[in-house]
């Protein structure tokens, strides 16, 4: 069964203090790599979808990298307003609308 | 472009009681998923719905059901409702041909 573990479970940081979100997954084969953002008491917010290794997304401060094994979730200079709850996911099985396998997220914080 | 829609916004129930939640799916996309998020966990897959049938079905009892209407609008029933099923359920909508899964704000329910 396919599994999904990020680490660490919550991250502290001060404003522009750059870090890593860590999102390692055990799949039958790598059908692709959902990051989301989560608000407290809301729904994830879609950030970025990756599909092969070697493959990075860029977003403001955020940028995702996939390789065979895990992904990568680089926060550089991070501001207040990024704290929130990071998810990463994986769909469970080949063919379009396969549900997705969720990790239990990274809560990350950033003092001012 | 109206993103997905989920009502109630909260709601408070008793052991034993049954519950009905809705949603509203993006504009243009047809495929409905529902997911049970636990405090401090990741998405649980329920199941998911496309052309008014239930096409996939976590690991969930059946006491979870579902329907999907003809404008792809969903409900999601739950009977006999336990305390363990205080959490928040999150929709999500897709296209039929994509793995991308774009959730709404969530439903709270409290099981007292």
């Known amino acids: 069964e396919d599994q999904v573990t990020q680490s660490p479970e919550a991250l502290r940081l001060q404003e522009g203090e750059s870090s890593s979100l860590n999102c390692s997954y055990t799949?039958?084969?790598?059908?692709?790599l959902f990051w989301y953002r989560q608000d407290p008491g809301k729904g994830p917010e879609f950030l970025f979808t990756?599909?092969?290794a070697g493959e990075e997304k860029e977003k403001e401060r955020l940028k995702a990298t996939l390789t065979k094994k895990e992904s990568f979730l680089h926060i550089t200079a991070p501001k207040p307003e990024d704290s929130a709850t990071y998810l990463c996911a994986v769909p469970a099985y080949t063919g379009a609308n396969s549900k997705l396998t969720f990790g239990k997220g990274i809560t990350l914080s950033v003092r001012p | 472009d109206a993103g997905v829609t989920q009502s109630p916004t909260h709601l408070i129930k008793t052991r034993g009681q049954q519950v009905t939640l809705r949603c509203s799916p993006k504009s243009g996309h047809d495929t409905v998923s529902w997911y049970q998020q636990a405090l401090g966990q990741g998405p649980q897959f329920i199941f998911q719905?496309?052309?008014?049938?239930?096409?996939q079905r976590g690991n969930f009892p059946d006491r979870f059901s579902g329907h999907q209407f003809p404008n792809y609008s969903s409900e999601l029933n739950v009977n006999a409702l336990l305390l363990g099923d205080s959490a928040l359920y999150l929709c999500a909508s897709s296209l039929d041909f994509s793995y991308e899964q774009y959730f709404g704000p969530g439903t709270r329910l409290t099981v007292t």
């Open positions: 799949v039958s084969g790598l059908r692709g």
């Open positions: 990756l599909y092969s």
């Open positions: 719905y496309y052309e008014e049938e239930e096409r």
